[in-house]
């Protein structure tokens, strides 16, 4: 038997050429979406969190995903190598916002679809994606709390009469923090209210109270 042949024929059942037409096609499609959701991340994402290294790597990492789903589907031979290979990578980058996460599966996600050739799955749910990240964005959420930080001289009856007349504008205030040193108190107060500036007023007509911070947070920075 011909050793030569044989190892022919089994070479031909492993691989499978891959026109250029395929490969332009794919990367020109891996491309424009690429593009897609590199100007939505630069237009959605909140500037605070904005990187402009890491949207340049959403743009970039379709096209190598693309280019490995294409190696796979042509040689059996290379897709267990790759498998190995990729087993012993791990990437360690701290992610500064949990929707980081989303836009690196988004862009995993253009190039497996583009690489395999499913281009109509790939533009479907990248706009389907941004249609409910708009509509979610918009969506009215409760107010964000206010922290109202005081410092004051401590007399008697301080706190009881604060929450008094902080409860008169809102239900529900929740002393956070106090710290009591030499005669001189500092407290951080949360509670929601729309009548902010009454309460501002109010208060600072205390003879006690030497200086009023109000801030809101909404659980990621504070304003």
């Not at 891959?18 to 020109?28: E, G, K, Q």
């Not at 992610?95 to 790939?122: F, N």
């Not at 108190?185 to 309460?199: G, H, K, Q, V």
Request: glycine letters at 4%; one cysteine or more; proline letters at 2%.
């Amino acid at each position: 038997m011909d050793l030569n042949l044989l190892w022919s024929y089994i070479k031909a059942g492993f691989t499978s050429d891959l026109s250029t037409h395929a490969i332009v096609s794919v990367l020109l499609m891996t491309g424009i979406l690429s593009a897609y959701i590199f100007l939505i991340y630069r237009f959605v994402s909140k500037k605070s969190f904005y990187s402009k290294q890491f949207n340049l790597t959403l743009a970039i990492i379709p096209f190598f995903i693309a280019t490995i789903i294409m190696t796979l589907q042509s040689n059996l031979i290379i897709t267990l190598g790759t498998i190995g290979a990729l087993a012993i990578i791990r990437f360690r980058t701290a992610i500064k916002d949990p929707m980081d996460m989303v836009y690196l599966l988004w862009a995993v996600h253009i190039g497996i679809t583009c690489g395999a050739g499913q281009y109509e799955l790939s533009i479907l749910t990248s706009i389907s994606v941004t249609v409910l990240m708009l509509l979610l964005d918009l969506l009215p959420l409760q107010k964000a709390p206010y922290l109202l930080i005081v410092n004051l001289s401590a007399q008697d009856g301080y706190e009881e009469e604060m929450l008094g007349i902080i409860k008169r504008y809102t239900r529900y205030p929740r002393v956070k923090s106090r710290n009591l040193m030499d005669g001189q108190a500092d407290m951080i107060i949360e509670f929601r209210t729309n009548r902010e500036s009454a309460l501002l007023e109010e208060l600072s007509k205390l003879s006690y109270i030497k200086k009023l911070s109000l801030v809101t947070h909404d659980g990621e920075s504070i304003i």
